[in-house]
């Protein structure tokens, strides 16, 4: 867990899969200790990995005992509870994968396929984490997101 505080005003904590890093439960609830316990208040951004996924119900639950805003990667962590997330949208990148399947199973080299980037990256936001947190979601975040948890 790195955490960074700014000169001034609130501090985001996230973690990173380094040689420093969070591995297990027992680490996250000490990050969590130790950024509570800095009282900078902040939020966190819970970066993409195993570790987030296994750990994804605890981070919510200190995130929320502790009233901060959570910002993970993916839709399912906004119904989980996490405030907000944005992401590539897991369906459409199964969708590319199928058509890479399709196009192997017809002959062509993996090789001579490109290389290709997530199409379509989706935006939640959950109404319900908001109100528990106190926060305000303005309108022009509602508007462009893909989903909203009421």
């Not at 800095?38 to 966190?44: E, H, Q, T, V």
């Not at 750990?55 to 993970?72: E, G, S, T, V, Y």
């Not at 994968?97 to 379509?120: E, H, N």
Request: charged share 20%; no cysteine; net charge negative.
């Amino acid at each position: 867990m790195r955490i960074g505080a700014a000169p001034s005003g609130p501090v985001i904590a996230y973690a990173a899969n380094t040689a420093g890093g969070i591995h297990n439960s027992t680490e996250v609830e000490r990050a969590f200790t130790e950024f509570v316990g800095s009282g900078s208040g902040g939020g966190i951004i819970a970066l993409p990995h195993a570790i987030t996924e296994a750990n994804r119900d605890l981070i919510i639950q200190r995130a929320m005992a502790n009233l901060m805003p959570a910002i993970f990667a993916f839709e399912a962590h906004a119904y989980a509870g996490a405030l907000v997330t944005y992401g590539i949208d897991r369906s459409d990148t199964i969708l590319q994968t199928a058509d890479y399947v399709d196009r192997i199973l017809r002959g062509t080299k993996p090789a001579d396929l490109p290389v290709q980037a997530a199409r379509k990256f989706e935006l939640v936001v959950n109404l319900e984490t908001a109100k528990a947190l106190g926060l305000t979601i303005s309108p022009t975040l509602l508007g462009r997101a893909d989903k909203v948890i009421e």
